[in-house]
C-alpha cells in the first residue's frame, strides 16, 4: 500500500459572509480584505510547486454557492460554448463563477507569486461521481493542443519574449464539496515541477471503453518521457480539501487525483491563471476531447488584478449576460 505524505502551512483563515440571490450567510463573499503569502510560504512553493490548503468559504458556504452556479449555468441566456462534456469556461457566464476566479483571498496569495498583473484564461469544472477513477499522473505548462487534421499540436499558451519566471501558469483548484482521500482528492509529487517526466506536445488517444478506470477516456501514461517511471510513493503527499477549501499549483508539479471511493459525488473548480503577457489560444480556435468538441468564438480572459500592457488577448470586463468582472487591488506584497 502506498505511503504518503500531508505537507500543510499555517493558512487557516475565519470568515463570514452572505451569499447573492437570496441565499443568506452574513456578509459578502467578495468583501473580505485578505492578505497574501508570507515569505516562507513563497519559499514551500517555489521547492514544491503547490501551496495548501487555505479557506475560502466555510464549509457551510461552499455548497451553496455551487448551487448558485448550477442555477446560474441552468438559466444562463448567453453561454460561451453549448457542449454539456466538456466543462470549460462557465466563468464566462455565470456569476458565482464571475465572482469565484477573482475572489481576493485567491488573488492576493497569486499576487505574491505572479506580481499584480493577473488575469483568469480558463476554468475547468471537476466532478467525480460514487465509483469515479482516479486521475493519471501528469504535468503541463503550454497546455497543449494536438490538431488532427493538421498532426500537428500548438499550445494553448504561448510565453512571449515580455514573460517572465513570474508569468508561468498557476492553478487554483478549489473544494465545493468533501475532497479528502475517500472522494478523490488531488495528489502531488512535491519539486517535480523543475524538470519533465511527460511530454505535452504529443497526442493522447479517446478511448469511451477506458472511461471507468482512466480520466475520462485519457490514459496520462501514454505521454511519459520514460515508460518505466513512477513517483516514489514516499513522496506523494494527498492534498485532502475540506468544502471551501483550495490549493495553488503549478500545472507542471506532477498531479493526479484518488479515485473517489465514497457514496457521494466530489465537486471542484480549477482556475488558471497568467500574466497578461502570455498569448492565449493564439493558433487554436476549437478545442476538442471527451468525445465532442468546442469552438473558441466567445472566449476571452479576463483580468482581475493589475492592468494588461500588452494587448495580446480578448479581455471580457464583463461576463456574458453583463455582469462586469471584479477587479482586486494590490495587498502591497
Not at 514551500?44 to 487555505?54: D, Q
Not at 488575469?119 to 497543449?144: L, R, Y
Not at 456574458?320 to 495587498?331: Q, R
Request: charged share 25%; proline share 4%.
Amino acid at each position: 500500500m502506498c505511503s504518503t505524505r500531508r505537507l500543510r502551512s499555517d493558512t487557516s483563515e475565519q470568515r463570514s459572509r452572505s451569499l447573492r440571490g437570496g441565499i443568506t450567510v452574513t456578509e459578502s463573499v467578495v468583501q473580505k480584505v485578505t492578505q497574501g503569502l508570507t515569505a516562507e510560504q513563497v519559499q514551500f512553493f517555489t521547492e514544491n510547486g503547490f501551496i495548501g490548503p487555505f479557506d475560502l468559504y466555510s464549509e457551510e458556504e461552499a455548497p451553496l454557492v455551487w448551487s448558485q452556479a448550477m442555477i446560474d449555468m441552468v438559466t444562463s441566456e448567453n453561454k460561451p460554448h453549448d457542449s454539456t462534456v466538456i466543462n470549460y469556461d462557465r466563468h464566462l457566464d455565470c456569476e458565482a463563477l464571475s465572482r469565484h476566479i477573482a475572489h481576493p483571498t485567491i488573488v492576493h496569495k497569486l499576487q505574491s507569486l505572479m506580481g499584480d498583473d493577473i488575469m483568469c484564461w480558463k476554468t475547468n469544472i471537476f466532478e467525480k461521481e460514487p465509483g469515479d477513477s482516479g486521475t493519471g499522473w501528469h504535468q503541463v505548462e503550454a497546455f497543449t493542443v494536438y490538431n488532427e487534421a493538421e498532426t500537428v499540436s500548438y499550445p494553448s499558451l504561448r510565453y512571449t519574449e515580455e514573460s517572465t519566471a513570474a508569468t508561468q501558469e498557476l492553478t487554483v483548484w478549489a473544494a465545493f464539496s468533501e475532497a479528502d482521500k475517500e472522494h478523490g482528492c488531488l495528489r502531488f509529487l512535491p519539486g517535480s515541477h523543475k524538470q519533465w517526466y511527460y511530454d505535452e506536445s504529443k497526442p493522447m488517444t479517446y478511448n469511451v471503453e477506458s472511461k471507468a478506470h482512466d480520466f475520462f477516456g485519457y490514459d496520462y501514461s501514454e505521454l511519459k518521457l520514460d515508460k518505466d517511471w513512477d513517483p516514489d510513493s514516499h513522496e506523494i503527499v494527498d492534498m485532502e480539501l475540506k468544502p471551501g477549501q483550495f490549493v495553488i499549483f503549478l500545472a507542471k508539479c506532477v498531479h493526479g487525483s484518488h479515485p473517489n471511493t465514497s457514496a457521494t459525488r466530489r465537486v471542484g473548480l480549477a482556475s488558471r491563471y497568467v500574466s497578461p503577457s502570455v498569448r492565449v489560444y493564439e493558433h487554436i480556435d476549437r478545442l476538442s476531447g471527451f468525445g465532442d468538441s468546442i469552438d473558441l468564438d466567445y472566449h476571452g480572459c479576463v483580468l482581475v488584478s493589475g492592468e494588461d500592457k500588452y494587448g495580446h488577448n480578448r479581455m471580457y470586463q464583463e461576463n456574458l449576460n453583463g455582469f462586469p468582472f471584479p477587479k482586486v487591488e494590490s495587498d502591497g506584497h
